[in-house]
């Protein structure tokens, strides 16, 4: 079994970080540059941890398997990002958002890490703000702020809807600063296909290039790995298509526990799947929901009529119905699973009878259509752009979609992971939103474990490290590895199938989405574990992958990737039958209260579950580091 | 409404350009799809097609993709002869099988500049974007060292013309509209951003005069005020940023090369 320590530190809850900063072990500067780390992924974790190690002096080569860094995933992020500021003056505080954290994550997330998370938050905005970052401001030139759910402040600051692209162009332009003086290398098309453990511990990783398809082996005195969530484990998410879990779940078969894989964040507002071509689910931003009202028609054989001649005695305005407090303003998970209901219930709308209306006309009646259009105008013209439809005429067509996991590799208080050197960051981790993250809380989560978190923590593990006894690429451990990828790419490109990789995905994310989706339930979760291994033998029997290794092959890298996914939708059905309550983005049918609330069991599942590899088609170990809550206390999730 | 857009089907041929690798001779070839819902994007008409070539034994084409809502700035195509396609302020990715007619032969092609050079069959190498914003694309601002966000007001005006010029996405059809692969509205764009605000005045003139000649140096051209590159950017950003691009060099050349220096910058602590 793996040894959990979370090195959380003791102590009053506002002073751990303070305490531990002033505690934990530093390398001195003339050292620094003696240390060589590696960072996998250039994300706003990845991008901002590279930039600030190098700054500190230490020798930084940054890998990404985009073609620049500006292009990795974090870019999409629209709404804002959180920091206890309280510039509004409206009574914020770092306790309320460490609070606001905690309890939007169902309990289900660290005391420690979450109230550092909002500790730090405040440095954040400082540090984008002197980047040049273009938040919106008031008259007064001073910074405006907006709300987002799950809190009663007004404490997110915004880029139009493009604040996640702001935020990476800001730590993109302060990690290419450092590649411009020689600080970072920086390997781009370079993906990262093996961990190497060396003695134990983390030291070094192997690449193929995208391009060449040539394998390289790195050593380092550390690794970090920054590489993003794992929902296009579902194939359709809101994810970037070449997002993936490659990098952790290989560091994963090396030793690396996996913290509670099952959590996932489905979103309720997303464009509908309109066929079975479909690559991508769009997000239409949650603050529709403020002057749209959600409905379907109350009879099944009204939905494929044109949705201005059903009357509106023969509509069903089921949040408003269901959640009367609440209306279509329900938090995100219950919105999400009452949209499935009803489409289970065969009352869906649009050609798949998967989508439910969102309609306008009461607030265009009410408001004019300027001032809609004001409001609104951007998400309408996206929805148009897609779609071909005019939400002002008729009503916008939505759908729940995945986009965010909460679940990552298992991190200590330093973001170490119980492999010693390979630290993990950003959504890659398990570590800061518990079973449920708050809106523009992964853009802090991100920028907060890069600037101002790993900096600190990794000179505590390097310092224990001898300068210079980093292992030579060439020792056994460096090339087994690599011989592990060669085969690999082998075994794939001599399958002898004749089905694409992209029959697959689709395949395992209907699976995934059916039983491990929305709504889980033991007998759905037990029929996915029957499936999943045979799809997964299906998979290397029958799949095609054309081309050779030696060249830029894109059939090649999604066939690896989707090879991991499958194993990966194993470890997902596994966790999420084996918790046997509900929690945040995990609703298990069973665990419910009569108004559809998660039911947790804090007695019995009041932890962390870390899963530990054993081999593939394996039963894993099942790890537990328990969650104790000190100063918060455990109460039933409320927002009525 | 709903109905009668989404059961249209129809049927085009693709004419896209394939190249095995950077020194390789490349070509059109033909491929046709059938029944083809017009809500599909144009990027998923390629994924179909590609699956077609993989079951027919062929090798699919390679073309370069990622988040496919328009702010990634990887889908990088020519089609029918224009950078993202048919339509105004949008991406490669925001285009759908619906401005097509049926039975229509669409050609797609890389984006073709000599700074971009093409990696295989529609991907190029755009990584020249990458060295431009390495030479000075940035703020020298230390993680850690930075002063109270509110401590600098920034007009609103300023802050709004600065995001303007900031929503680029690095896709490169500025330079692939352009007749000189001028890249001129990329460096325009990210120079306009950092000098309209506060922050980035310290580094202004040596910020401009070093994008510029980076540019220069890795092979993009000069600009001739046709302002295509506007006309095929996916975020509409408007030249008139080059304008001030120009004033900003033009200035940062005379500043620089009239007030004398410190002959101690650069040392000391």
């Not at chain 1, 292009?71 to 460490?98: C, E, M, P, T, W």
């Not at chain 1, 071909?388 to 996991?405: C, D, F, G, L, S």
């Not at chain 1, 004749?498 to 995934?512: A, C, E, Y």
């Not at chain 2, 995001?163 to 996405?169: L, N, S």
Request: charged content about 25%.
């Amino acid at each position: 079994m793996a040894k959990l320590d979370s090195k959380i530190p003791s102590g009053p809850l506002a002073d751990k970080w303070r305490k531990h900063k002033t505690e934990i072990k530093l390398v001195n500067p003339a050292n620094k540059r003696k240390y060589e780390i590696i960072v996998v992924g250039a994300g706003l974790a990845g991008a901002s941890a590279a930039a600030t190690l190098a700054e500190l002096g230490y020798k930084v080569k940054s890998f990404v398997f985009h073609d620049s860094p500006r292009r990795a995933h974090s870019i999409a992020a629209q709404g804002g990002i959180n920091a206890a500021k309280n510039y509004q003056n409206d009574g914020d505080s770092v306790y309320r958002l460490f609070y606001d954290t905690i309890k939007g994550g169902d309990y289900r997330a660290r005391e420690a890490n979450v109230h550092r998370l909002a500790e730090v938050s405040v440095n954040i905005i400082d540090q984008c703000v002197a980047q040049g970052v273009p938040f919106a401001r008031e008259y007064g030139g001073l910074l405006a702020n907006r709300s987002f759910g799950g809190a009663q402040v007004s404490r997110t600051f915004y880029a139009r809807g493009q604040t996640g692209q702001q935020l990476l162009l800001g730590a993109y332009s302060a990690l290419s600063r450092m590649v411009g003086q020689g600080a970072v290398e920086l390997f781009t098309n370079e993906e990262m296909t093996d961990l190497v453990v060396v003695n134990g511990q983390a030291k070094g990783i192997i690449t193929r290039n995208l391009v060449t398809g040539e394998l390289r082996r790195w050593a380092a005195d550390a690794v970090i790995l920054a590489t993003g969530g794992y929902g296009n484990v579902f194939n359709l998410s809101t994810y970037a298509r070449g997002s993936n879990v490659t990098a952790i779940w290989r560091a994963y078969k090396r030793g690396a526990c996996f913290g509670n894989p099952c959590y996932t964040q489905i979103h309720p507002t997303c464009i509908p799947v309109t066929g079975d071509y479909q690559s991508k689910l769009t997000l239409m931003s949650e603050s529709l929901r403020n002057d749209g009202r959600i409905w379907v028609p109350k009879r099944k054989e009204d939905c494929r009529k044109d949705p201005a001649s059903i009357a509106e005695e023969d509509r069903d305005y089921y949040l408003e119905r269901m959640y009367p407090s609440f209306g279509n303003l329900a938090p995100r998970d219950i919105a999400s699973r009452a949209a499935k209901r009803v489409c289970d219930e065969g009352r869906g709308i649009g050609e798949t009878g998967l989508g439910v209306y969102l309609d306008f006309s009461d607030a265009i009646n009410r408001l004019g259509e300027p001032a809609v259009r004001e409001r609104y105008g951007n998400l309408f013209d996206i929805y148009h752009e897609i779609t071909n439809e005019n939400a002002y005429k008729t009503p916008m067509r939505i759908y729940p979609a995945v986009h965010y996991t909460m679940g990552g590799l298992w991190v200590d208080y330093n973001l170490m992971s119980n492999v010693p050197g390979l630290f993990v960051l950003g959504e890659a981790n398990f570590s800061d939103h518990g079973a449920n993250r708050l809106g523009a809380s992964a853009l802090m989560q991100g920028l907060a474990d890069g600037y101002f978190v790993v900096p600190y923590t990794i000179g505590d593990y390097l310092a224990g490290q001898k300068p210079g006894s980093r292992p030579s690429p060439d020792a056994p451990e460096f090339k087994e590895a690599e011989a592990n990828v060669r085969a690999m790419t082998q075994r794939l490109l001599s399958a002898k199938g004749t089905q694409p990789v992209s029959h697959f995905h689709k395949r395992l994310g209907q699976i995934m989405w059916n039983y491990c989706g929305m709504a889980r339930t033991k007998e759905g979760l037990q029929k996915a574990l029957q499936e999943l291994p045979k799809l997964r033998e299906e998979f290397w029997a029958s799949v095609k992958v054309p081309g050779s290794a030696d060249t830029l092959n894109q059939a090649l890298e999604n066939a690896g990737r989707v090879a991991d996914f499958i194993e990966l939708g194993e470890l997902m059905c596994l966790d999420a039958l084996t918790r046997e309550e509900s929690c945040g983005g995990h609703f298990r049918e069973e665990y419910q209260y009569p108004d559809g609330e998660c039911k947790r069991d804090d007695e019995k599942f009041g932890h962390v579950a870390a899963w530990e590899f054993q081999g593939v088609g394996q039963p894993p170990l099942r790890n537990v580091e328990p969650l104790n809550y000190e100063f918060v206390k455990m109460s039933v999730r409320n927002y009525k | 409404m709903v109905a009668e857009a989404s059961n249209k089907t129809i049927s085009v041929t693709l004419r896209v350009w394939r190249q095995a690798g950077p020194n390789q001779p490349g070509r059109f070839v033909d491929y046709t799809a059938k029944d083809l819902n017009t809500n599909m994007s144009f990027l998923e008409l390629l994924d179909v097609i590609n699956d077609d070539i993989t079951r027919g034994g062929g090798e699919p084409i390679a073309f370069a993709h990622d988040c496919r809502e328009g702010i990634c700035g990887t889908c990088s195509l020519v089609i029918d002869g224009k950078p993202h396609g048919p339509h105004r302020g949008v991406a490669s990715c925001q285009t759908y099988v619906r401005s097509f007619e049926d039975g229509a032969v669409i050609t797609v092609e890389p984006f073709r500049a000599r700074p971009f050079p093409v990696v295989k069959d529609l991907v190029t190498d755009r990584a020249a974007f990458d060295k431009i914003q390495q030479s000075g694309g940035y703020i020298s601002v230390r993680t850690g060292a930075a002063p109270d966000a509110n401590a600098i007001a920034v007009p609103k005006e300023d802050a709004e013309l600065a995001m303007d010029a900031a929503a680029c996405i690095g896709c490169g059809a500025c330079v692939a509209a352009c007749k000189n692969a001028s890249a001129m509205l990329f460096v325009a764009a990210k120079v306009s951003h950092l000098g309209l605000v506060p922050q980035g005045q310290p580094e202004r003139d040596k910020r401009v005069l070093a994008m510029v000649n980076t540019a220069d140096a890795l092979g993009f051209g000069s600009c001739t005020n046709q302002y295509e590159c506007s006309a095929a950017c996916p975020k509409l950003i408007s030249h008139d940023f080059i304008a001030r691009l120009n004033r900003d060099y033009i200035g940062a050349t005379f500043r620089t090369a009239f007030t004398p220096a410190s002959a101690n910058t650069g040392g000391g602590a």
